[in-house]
């Protein structure tokens, strides 16, 4: 945990799955996603808890799958040092396997549940995992069938060359910073390419964008809006949030100075991080004003202005191939959130590239994927 945060920020950090779980009782539609590393936990367990997910909200849950980048988390999972990339996304493509074995050893018929023969499953129809592995192993399945979705949504939010090739193996959906539309088409058809590769259908990886923004009624609105809120942010918290982010230790740091070659070398990278080490590299500058300049999604899009304009750009990268759909962050909450939704989704409905109501109840529906063929 980035301890300096809890001056600075709420806390907030509950279980996601837990809250998620809550929320499924008091909404009917909106997809449920929550992030789970594959580093600090286990198969068995996290596959119930998706999978119970997705009965609570009847096919509406979905798992953000990563990995942990920070170090200093290990501290909190016993004595073994955190381990390298290679070594996460090693254990991240067995640990999903697992899952998927575990979610699809039931038969989409193997629960016939009949009161009259007394038979809830039929043993015939359903296939343990019975995975020894070099990470893990699991011997037996989980006490109920397959969740409605058949199961749970997958998305994943690694651009690195790790982090495309497991999305492409695996994820519905994919989560990607992309700062203008020639690299947003150029990565979607990069993790389609590789997708096709390894035998999946490439209109089945859904490619959703950052965008953050800040909405005015005039660009001179946004703009005043904007620089409110530059005005207001601490500095101290900045250069702490820009060395956290980008894998920096930050008491080691001297924020006046320009940043030691040294602490560049020797950080770990990621391909999140890579425009913030872009920035650091700044040999002119002092760590301090490098950090000055990171204020939205590092190497993601931001914008802002009016309705309209979130609007046109929306319409233009989904109409150029750059993007199946947007992950949306409003700079403010729930102010923006509103805007947006009042504003920009009425224009994007007008121009036939949002829709005006919901098709089906899973959120595999709502995207447009179809339902998974299970493996027994």
Same mark, same amino acid.
């Given at each position: 945990?980035? =301890?300096?945060?809890?001056?600075?920020?709420?806390?907030?950090?509950?279980?996601?799955?837990?809250?998620?779980?809550?929320?499924?009782?008091?909404?009917?539609?909106?997809?449920?996603?929550?992030?789970?590393?594959?580093?600090?936990?286990?198969?068995?367990?996290?596959?119930?808890?998706? $999978?119970?997910?997705?009965?609570?909200? *009847?096919?509406?849950?979905?798992?953000?799958?990563?990995?942990?980048?920070?170090?200093?988390?290990?501290?909190?999972?016993?004595?073994?040092?955190?381990?390298?990339?290679?070594?996460?996304?090693? *254990?991240?493509?067995?640990?999903?396997? !697992?899952?998927?074995?575990? @979610?699809?050893?039931?038969?989409?018929?193997?629960?016939?549940?009949?009161?009259?023969?007394?038979? @809830?499953?039929?043993?015939? *129809?359903?296939?343990?995992?019975?995975?020894?592995?070099? /990470?893990?192993?699991?011997?037996?399945?989980?006490?109920?069938?397959?969740?409605?979705?058949?199961?749970?949504? %997958?998305?994943?939010?690694? +651009?690195?060359?790790?982090?495309?090739?497991?999305?492409?193996?695996?994820?519905?959906?994919?989560?990607?910073?992309?700062?203008?539309?020639?690299?947003?088409?150029?990565?979607? @058809? $990069?993790?389609?390419?590789?997708?096709?590769?390894?035998?999946? /259908?490439?209109?089945?990886? #859904?490619?959703?964008?950052? %965008?953050?923004?800040?909405?005015?009624?005039?660009?001179?609105?946004?703009?005043?809006?904007?620089?409110? #809120?530059?005005?207001?942010?601490?500095?101290?918290?900045?250069?702490?949030?820009?060395?956290?982010?980008?894998?920096?230790?930050?008491?080691?740091?001297?924020?006046?100075?320009?940043?030691?070659? =040294? &602490? #560049? =070398?020797?950080?770990?990278? +990621?391909?999140?991080?890579?425009? &913030?080490?872009?920035?650091?590299?700044?040999?002119?500058?002092?760590?301090?004003?490098?950090?000055?300049?990171?204020?939205?999604?590092?190497?993601?899009?931001?914008?802002?202005?009016?309705?309209?304009?979130?609007?046109? &750009?929306?319409?233009?990268?989904?109409?150029?191939?750059?993007?199946?759909?947007?992950?949306?962050?409003?700079?403010?909450?729930?102010?923006? %959130?509103?805007?947006?939704?009042? /504003?920009?989704?009425?224009?994007?409905?007008?121009?036939?590239?949002?829709?005006? =109501?919901?098709?089906?109840?899973? %959120? *595999?529906?709502? !995207?447009?994927?179809?339902?998974?063929?299970?493996?027994?």
């Amino acid at each position: 945990m980035a =301890e300096f945060r809890s001056e600075y920020l709420p806390g907030a950090g509950f279980d996601p799955i837990d809250l998620l779980s809550a929320l499924s009782l008091a909404t009917e539609h909106i997809g449920l996603i929550a992030t789970a590393s594959t580093t600090y936990s286990y198969p068995w367990d996290m596959a119930r808890r998706f $999978s119970t997910l997705d009965f609570l909200s *009847r096919g509406r849950a979905g798992w953000n799958i990563v990995t942990t980048v920070e170090g200093a988390v290990a501290g909190n999972f016993g004595d073994v040092p955190h381990p390298p990339r290679s070594d996460r996304y090693e *254990r991240a493509d067995e640990y999903v396997e !697992v899952v998927l074995s575990l @979610w699809d050893a039931w038969a989409d018929d193997a629960a016939p549940m009949s009161k009259l023969s007394g038979r @809830w499953g039929d043993r015939n *129809r359903i296939r343990p995992p019975r995975h020894h592995g070099t /990470h893990f192993d699991v011997d037996s399945y989980l006490p109920f069938p397959r969740s409605p979705q058949g199961h749970p949504f %997958l998305t994943q939010a690694g +651009s690195s060359p790790a982090g495309v090739a497991l999305a492409a193996k695996y994820a519905d959906a994919v989560f990607t910073p992309q700062r203008d539309l020639a690299s947003a088409i150029s990565f979607r @058809w $990069s993790v389609r390419d590789q997708a096709a590769a390894g035998g999946r /259908h490439r209109q089945e990886v #859904l490619l959703w964008p950052g %965008l953050s923004f800040l909405l005015g009624s005039t660009e001179a609105e946004a703009a005043a809006l904007k620089q409110e #809120l530059e005005d207001a942010s601490s500095p101290e918290f900045r250069w702490r949030n820009f060395a956290n982010f980008a894998g920096f230790d930050s008491s080691v740091i001297d924020p006046d100075v320009p940043l030691p070659a =040294e &602490l #560049l =070398e020797s950080a770990p990278r +990621s391909s999140f991080a890579a425009s &913030l080490f872009r920035m650091a590299e700044n040999r002119e500058a002092s760590f301090r004003d490098v950090a000055q300049q990171f204020s939205t999604l590092p190497g993601g899009l931001d914008f802002t202005g009016t309705p309209e304009g979130m609007a046109d &750009l929306m319409t233009q990268w989904f109409r150029a191939g750059a993007a199946d759909g947007f992950t949306i962050m409003p700079n403010m909450l729930p102010s923006q %959130l509103d805007l947006f939704v009042d /504003h920009v989704v009425p224009i994007l409905q007008k121009r036939g590239v949002a829709r005006t =109501e919901y098709s089906g109840r899973t %959120l *595999r529906e709502h !995207v447009g994927l179809p339902h998974p063929g299970g493996r027994a």
